[in-house]
Structures are given as structure tokens and as C-alpha cells.
T-cell receptor, first 115, second 117 residues
Framework: DAGVIQSPRHEVTEMGQEVTLRCKPI?????LFWYRQTMMRGLELLIY????????DSGMPEDRFSAKMPNASFSTLKIQPSEPRDSAVYFC?????????????FGPGTRLTVL | AQKITQTQPGMFVQEKEAVTLDCTYD???????LFWYKQPSSGEMIFLIY??????QNATEGRYSLNFQKARKSANLVISASQLGDSAMYFC??????????????FGKGTKLTVNP
């Protein structure tokens, strides 16, 4: 079975550019999560969706960040305009939410570098 | 206050020995879950083990077990018979509000485990 798929795996861009990260969750999973990992702040939840609906976006840093989930098999995280402090590894994860200890399956991550 | 505290930035263990990685948590919610994830140097996050707040017994998964002490709010991960492949970062995480349906996971800062041959 294919796991969570993220693209691109690496992205290098210049400050001010728009960046779009993509995620395909595991088929059949109904929840999708976007995380950011940095040395300073560790692993932080940015936003999560359940049945394609955003449930909690309290972790989204600011208006420059936006996320969408147009259907059950695709989600995007967009940063516009990007800044050097956005440099991090961005993980997408998915789970089949049935209540309780539903593990989240993580994708390989996208390493973003903003120059 | 931090929700999840992992006080050991780094730990060393000899191959084949057991090691305990500490995790304490802070919550007033009676319904919560605790997770451990492993992150090897390759970067992926791998789920290891889960403990629910109402579970009567400590969780076990192969060589992994969770020493759950509810009154002390600790959920330490025990790895038995360490292997070289266990060298990685280990993250403790908590999910509060299970009964309310929240799926938000809060992670600790992690512990870097090195297994020596």
C-alpha cells in the first residue's frame, strides 16, 4: 500500500516567492494534518482537516499560510510570500479517525529552504 | 506550561541493553492519549506505541513498552534489547479531548537515542 505522498521532497526558493506543497493521504483515511518541524520550535501542527473540512487552523502562523483540501485525496499548503523564517521540514500526515488512539501516518516530508 | 516534556536531549545505550526514555505531560482533561514516534536520520516519522488514559494495562508492542504512571503524569518509553537500528530521535506526543473528538497532537522536543555496538 502506498503511504502518504508529498511533493516536492525538496524546495529551494527565494524570499517573496509563492510556495505550494502537495499531499496525497492514504486512501480511505478521513483526516489530514499539516505539520512543520524546525530545530527551534520542534514539531508543530499547523492545520488539520476531517472529511475535507478544516477543523483546527490555530497553528497556522499568519495570513501568508493557507491550506486547502478540495477532495479526499489531495491537499495543498501554500505560503505566499515566503520568508527565510519559513525554512523548515513540512510533514503531511493522515489517519482513519474512529476515535481514540488512531495513529497518524506521516509522509516523508518536504524540506523547504527560503533564501 | 509545556504540554509534553522530554527532559533527556540525548541518551546513550549499549546494544542489547534496555533503555528508558522519559516523558511527562500536563493536562486537566480526563480523556487523552499518549503516543511515541521514532524519527531516524532519514527523517520519516514512525509510529511506535499508544496509551489511552483509561487503559488499565501498560501498552506493549514488541520490544517497545510504555511505563504509564497516571498519577505522576508520566509515560516513559522502554526499549528492550536495543539494536543499532534503534538510533534515532524519539518523540512523545499527547492528544487531549478524545471524547470531544479532537485529533490535535502536541509533540515534545524529542530525545536523541544513540545505540553503541
Amino acid at each position: 500500500d502506498a503511504g502518504v505522498i508529498q511533493s516536492p521532497r525538496h524546495e529551494v526558493t527565494e524570499m517573496g516567492q509563492e510556495v505550494t506543497l502537495r499531499c496525497k493521504p492514504i486512501s480511505g483515511h478521513n483526516s489530514l494534518f499539516w505539520y512543520r518541524q524546525t530545530m527551534m520550535r520542534g514539531l508543530e501542527l499547523l492545520i488539520y482537516f476531517n472529511n475535507n473540512v478544516p477543523i483546527d487552523d490555530s497553528g497556522m502562523p499568519e495570513d501568508r499560510f493557507s491550506a486547502k483540501m478540495p477532495n479526499a485525496s489531495f491537499s495543498t499548503l501554500k505560503i505566499q510570500p515566503s520568508e527565510p523564517r519559513d525554512s523548515a521540514v513540512y510533514f503531511c500526515a493522515s489517519s482513519l479517525e474512529v476515535g481514540g488512539g488512531d495513529e497518524q501516518f506521516f509522509g516523508p516530508g518536504t524540506r523547504l529552504t527560503v533564501l | 506550561a509545556q504540554k509534553i516534556t522530554q527532559t533527556q536531549p540525548g541518551m546513550f545505550v549499549q546494544e542489547k541493553e534496555a533503555v528508558t526514555l522519559d516523558c511527562t505531560y500536563d493536562t486537566s482533561d480526563p480523556s487523552y492519549g499518549l503516543f511515541w514516534y521514532k524519527q531516524p536520520s532519514s527523517g520519516e516519522m514512525i509510529f511506535l506505541i499508544y496509551q489511552g488514559s483509561y487503559d488499565q494495562q501498560n501498552a506493549t508492542e514488541g520490544r517497545y513498552s510504555l511505563n504509564f504512571q497516571k498519577a505522576r503524569k508520566s509515560a516513559n518509553l522502554v526499549i528492550s534489547a536495543s539494536q543499532l537500528g534503534d538510533s534515532a530521535m524519539y518523540f512523545c506526543a499527547m492528544r487531549e479531548g478524545l471524547q470531544g473528538g479532537s485529533e490535535k497532537l502536541v509533540f515534545g522536543k524529542g530525545t536523541k537515542l544513540t545505540v553503541n555496538p
